[in-house]
């Protein structure tokens, strides 16, 4: 599977971004999706993911009520819809694909297929 993560950019503290990842490949239906991200200096951290019809998703505690993760089938792309941003989810952004879980996984260890990734600012 390809994995083309696009949509970050600056956004001031209080605004909204939605990011976008397409796949290419294999059959995206197959897949469970996960969006990770790292910022400068840390490790890369769990932030959503999505089962393979999207009637299942996860969130990390600190996005909770904020972000959304979606997927459409027929456009073989998984969103995450994000609002209320805070200058802390600064980082670059990772899309993933996951063949081995039924249900979202959280651990990177699940997935075998990563975007190049896409930056996202908050500014205070």
């Known amino acids: 599977v390809q994995l083309q993560a696009s949509g970050g950019g600056l956004v001031q503290a209080g605004g909204s971004l939605r990011l976008s990842c397409a796949a290419s490949?294999?059959?995206?239906?197959?897949?469970?999706m996960g969006w990770f991200r790292q910022a400068p200096g840390k490790e890369r951290e769990f932030v959503a993911a999505?089962?393979?019809?999207?009637?299942?998703?996860n969130y990390a505690d600190s996005v909770k009520g904020r972000f959304t993760i979606s997927r459409d089938n027929a456009e073989n792309t998984v969103y995450l819809q994000m609002n209320s941003l805070k200058p802390e989810d600064t980082a670059v952004y990772y899309c993933?694909?996951?063949?081995?879980?039924?249900?979202?996984?959280?651990?990177?260890?699940?997935?075998?297929?990563w975007g190049q990734g896409t930056l996202v600012t908050v500014s205070s």
């Open positions: 993933a694909a996951s063949g081995r879980a039924a249900q979202p996984p959280l651990s990177t260890w699940y997935y075998d297929y």
């Open positions: 490949g294999r059959t995206f239906s197959n897949y469970a």
């Open positions: 999505i089962n393979w019809s999207g009637g299942s998703t």
